[in-house]
């Protein structure tokens, strides 16, 4: 089988495989709610990938469209995802499709805000991955980091909505950068943890998780904001 979805307790207990398909599933999403499961799935030779939801206990796997990065909005009603480049939302239930880019410059990891009034996403239209804001329903699209050395991944939204986490790749290795949500007030919160990524605010705001290879392993950091 290829990578298959696994969940389990958060003090490793009760782990459990989800998924059984011979495809690599990738990047999930759990609803707020607990209840489902969103990822995306890769053929082993290649092809066209699509986005399935899996209850959480496994039950229930229906694939929705094709496309990648699916993300559950906070009220567990609209997935959004990415599909040839554009960026789109589908209810959970496999209707309504809407396309909110139209550009011919890819676009990519999208995620909502906590409140799911914005979207954030990544961008190559300027050479380089920058991030981006839009409302949830495509209007009102901005660009927030101007980043010509490298690219800018993984945007994560704080909870109170005030703020933005992401790496960025300015100079050697990727480090942790927060804004506020009109990209005012761009700082780089890492110098010595070698090249990092994957920020996640806590649920309160006052930490960011993050992966390191600082000491040649892949390992998870923990810092205060």
Known sequence: LGHQIYMMGVDGSDLRKLTTHPENNYINSLSSDGSIIAFDSHP???GISQIYIVDINGGN????????????????????YRANGE?????????SITQLTD??????DPGFS?????????????QYGDVHIMNADGSNQIRLTDNHAGGDLYPQVSPDCSKIAWTSYRSSGGYI???????????????????????????????????????????????DI
Do not use: A, W
Request: with cysteine; proline share 7%; hydrophobic share 25%.
């Open 87 to 95: 960026i789109f939302t589908i209810d959970v239930d496999g209707n």
């Open 177 to 223: 950068y927060i804004m506020d949500i009109d990209g005012g007030n761009q700082t780089c919160l890492t110098t010595d943890f070698g090249s990092v990524q994957f920020p996640q605010f806590s649920p309160d705001g006052s930490t960011i998780l993050f992966e390191s290879s600082r000491d040649g392993n892949k390992e998870i950091y923990i810092m």
């Open 103 to 108: 550009n011919s410059e890819p676009y990519y």
């Open 44 to 46: 082993p030779e290649g």
């Open 61 to 80: 796997e229906t694939v929705l469209t094709t496309g990648e990065h699916p993300r559950i909005s906070p009220d567990g009603s609209t997935i959004v």
């Open 114 to 126: 906590p409140d799911g009034t914005k979207i954030v996403y990544l961008s190559n239209r300027y």
